[in-house]
């Protein structure tokens, strides 16, 4: 009976409510190599695929971004230039395919203006320079307290 009442409150409740885009967190998450920690987004799905954007720990000094997209196949191996705006900036950044994790990923500077530009503005929106791959947009909500968390993390 719960169910059925949250259910029916969900579903008139406006959308933008519910959709699948909401607030950055930080929390554990499995990696090949057991649970890491993450600092992390969701974008509103399209179809099956739910995009992401996840930052984790690297190298001394750098942190790992992967941008799992909403495109039907992308080619393993495959390389490409993600252009990421806000209302104010823009960066380009260049990200390799992943097959194993199905995700663009580019080590980034653990201090630096992406990680700069991914704490500041209400959201981000990124495309791919040669519109190979559908564009996303992403909230930036709570993701400088979800990044200064996986940052205290890093070794």
């Known amino acids: 009976m719960r169910r059925a009442v949250l259910w029916a ?13 909401g607030a ?5 998450q499995d990696d090949e ?4 920690m993450a600092a992390s987004v969701v974008g509103d799905p399209d179809g099956n695929v739910t995009p992401s954007l ?19 196949a992308v ?6 230039d993600f252009l990421f705006e806000n209302e104010r900036t823009q ?4 990200m390799q395919y992943e097959d194993e994790d199905g995700a663009f990923a580019a080590t980034v500077p653990r201090s630096g203006p992406l990680l700069d530009f991914l704490r500041t ?7 791919e320079t040669s519109g190979n791959y559908p564009a996303q947009t992403f909230p930036l909500t709570g993701s400088g307290k979800a990044i200064d968390i996986l940052l205290k993390t890093c070794k």
Do not use: N
Not at 33 to 36: A, E, I, L, Y
Not at 121 to 127: L, M, Q
């Open 75 to 80: 080619q393993p191996g495959s390389e490409a």
């Open 91 to 94: 960066q380009t950044l260049h």
């Open 33 to 36: 190599g057991g649970p890491v």
């Open 121 to 127: 503005g209400d959201e981000v929106f990124i495309s």
């Open 54 to 72: 996840v930052l984790t720990c690297a190298d001394k000094g750098s942190l790992t971004l992967r941008y799992l997209t909403t495109a039907d």
């Open 9 to 21: 409150v969900l579903m008139l409740l406006p959308a933008p409510a519910f959709a699948g885009g």
């Open 24 to 28: 950055w967190s930080a929390q554990k």
